[in-house]
């Protein structure tokens, strides 16, 4: 009964336009057969005059009432009127569709309390009213894509125990002028219809920057025209919002910054409240693995602490995917359980993609194994913030080899200490591979990701753009015109800088020599280890500097949570 009236609601125009129809098709029939009835009563040479006369008029006026007639308005109606290919093409999402737990939305603690405070003012609509105020009418999560803006929305939903309309941004882009406006003015109307009868609705309009963006001079092809025009049935949907209190709440959702909307559409009054939906932080990222490694048969020795240091800037969805991929190389090999293995192996193919089809040498494997080993002992002994969770000569994205070191937890603001010692570790390789062979390989230069290259950026940013170079020089160069054949600075002034950015590399790269040539027996058995194994992780790394009582220089605790 309740899908009734709102089937009944929303095509109230159709069925009293299909009424008239069919009464009139009724009555032409009862017409034709009174005449019938009369025809047959003439004399014969009269009835076969009129029948050819009946007969060439009755084919033209079947052709034109139930041939042409009906092309010609459901064409207009399916490429003018928002019929056909302009109808959202989308499902509604009934209440058991939508069936999202609040405490399986994890990894998102801050948008969570936020999006509770439009939880309790949907439900407690009447305490709103007596104390004067308003349901929010609009909520923008803004966010990296796989934080959970559409999960997050769902939740809401099932919370308020309210019906979720769902849309995306691109379902209001179409090739008629036109047909963006009569697309939201449909979702409206449905979403009225569904608040009348269910006591509210919430629309989820995804990726809204596809049609919000700022509104556009025409530009004489009508794309323009049809964008502004969808823009602003928007905006006059969400101020009809006001005119009837029907409990109606329109979430959106955006990977791009606010500032790339419309400023019509983001002023206060219509998205009253914006959430911003991040990255999990250490704590959340643990709870992920948690909550995902309950969903499969995991071994008790996981460590989430560990996965969850290491996975660091992972989305839900990447840590979900993660856990998935370690099911499937679990089953590969033929087990039922996931072990902590499968998931370092599941998260160097979503970090760094498959094993490479590449045929190392022995030679080639040496070499490697030493290059990554000096990677891996500055980077465990020096660097200020990172612990260094995997070391692998197994090639990977062309990558012969790679040590991977992650922080204890993001950072947004390095000092001059994390840069020289990000440095270190790029030249680590470099000294490494002078100490034990006398020579050098082009696995530390050659491209954008190399050693050299990094290392190179890193310095020039210092001295450029972070006045931290030995002659003292202050300002953003870098930006004042270094990019543009550095026509804003003056050679001497390059020189100076060219020459601090030198000073930093010699001066690190002479501090790394001496760190690996005072611990030699450690970079030699870290080294044959590497190469015997291919791969140390986590554990085997920490053993091997227990080993030799080597503790990391900043004191950083081991990786637990």
């Known amino acids: 009964m309740k899908r009734f009236l709102i089937y009944l609601h929303l095509n109230w125009l159709k069925i009293l336009i299909i009424t008239v129809f069919a009464g009139v098709f009724i009555a032409i029939i009862f017409f034709l057969q009174s005449a019938a009835t009369n025809f047959f009563s003439l004399e014969s040479f009269s009835r076969k005059q009129i029948s050819a006369y009946m007969g060439f008029f009755l084919v033209i006026g079947i052709f034109t009432a139930f041939v042409q007639l009906p092309l010609y ?75 959970g803006k559409t999960y997050l929305a769902k939740a809401i939903a099932t919370e308020c125990d309210l019906p979720l309309l769902s849309a995306v941004g691109s379902d209001f882009v179409g090739i008629f002028v036109g047909q963006g406006a009569a697309q939201m003015k449909t979702l409206f109307k449905q979403a009225r219809a569904l608040a009348k009868i269910e006591g509210g609705c919430i629309i989820f309009i995804d990726e809204i920057d596809s049609f919000a963006r700022p509104r556009m001079a025409d530009s004489g092809w009508g794309g323009s025209v049809s964008h502004n025009a969808t823009i602003n049935q928007f905006l006059t949907e969400l101020d009809g919002l006001r005119q009837h209190e029907s409990n109606i709440v329109v979430i959106a959702a955006t990977n791009a910054s606010e500032w790339e909307l419309d400023s019509a559409i983001m002023r206060a009054g219509r998205f009253d409240r914006k959430i911003y939906v991040t990255r999990p932080n250490l704590k959340e990222r643990k709870d992920l693995f948690d909550f995902y490694l309950k969903r499969v048969q995991a071994d008790p020795t996981v460590n989430s602490s560990i996965l969850a240091r290491r996975a660091l800037w992972f989305t839900p969805s990447d840590v979900d995917a993660m856990v998935r991929e370690a099911g499937l190389i679990a089953l590969r090999d033929k087990r039922t359980v996931i072990n902590m293995k499968d998931l370092s192996e599941a998260y160097d193919r979503v970090t760094f993609g498959d094993k490479s089809n590449i045929i190392m040498t022995q030679e080639d494997k040496l070499w490697t194994a030493y290059h990554e080993a000096g990677h891996a002992i500055l980077a465990y002994m020096i660097h200020p ?12 994205k ?73 002659s003292g020089l202050l300002g953003d160069y870098r930006w004042r015109g270094y990019e543009k054949q550095g026509f804003m ?73």
């Open 385 to 396: 913030k990172d612990d260094v969770v995997k070391a692998t000569i197994i090639p990977r």
């Open 489 to 561: 600075v003056s050679s001497k002034t390059r020189e100076t800088l060219d020459e601090d950015v030198q000073d930093i590399l010699q001066t690190c790269l002479k501090e790394v020599t001496e760190v690996l040539t005072a611990h030699k027996e450690l970079f030699e058995h870290f080294s044959q280890e590497l190469f015997k194994k291919e791969e140390l992780e986590y554990e085997e790394i920490q053993a091997i500097f227990d080993k030799f009582n080597v503790k990391p220089l900043s004191g950083r605790p081991p990786l637990t949570i």
């Open 398 to 470: 062309g990558a012969l080899g790679f040590v991977s070191h992650r922080p204890t937890e993001e950072s947004y603001s390095y000092n001059k200490e994390y840069y020289l010692a990000r440095i270190k570790i790029c030249l680590a390789s470099y000294a490494a591979e002078r100490i034990r062979f006398g020579s050098t390989s082009s696995g530390v230069g050659g491209g954008p990701g190399s050693d050299f290259n990094t290392a190179l950026s890193i310095a020039q940013d210092m001295v450029w753009s972070y006045g931290m170079g030995k």
């Open 73 to 147: 308005f459901g064409m207009h109606y399916y490429f003018m009127q928002g019929g056909g290919l302009g109808r959202i093409g989308r499902e509604k999402l009934s209440k058991a569709k939508v069936n999202v737990k609040w405490d399986e939305v994890i990894g998102m603690d801050s948008a969570k309390k936020e999006a509770w405070e439009i939880v309790k003012l949907l439900k407690d609509r009447h305490l709103l009213k007596i104390i004067g105020g308003k349901i929010i009418k609009g909520t923008l999560m803004i966010g990296p894509p796989g934080c």
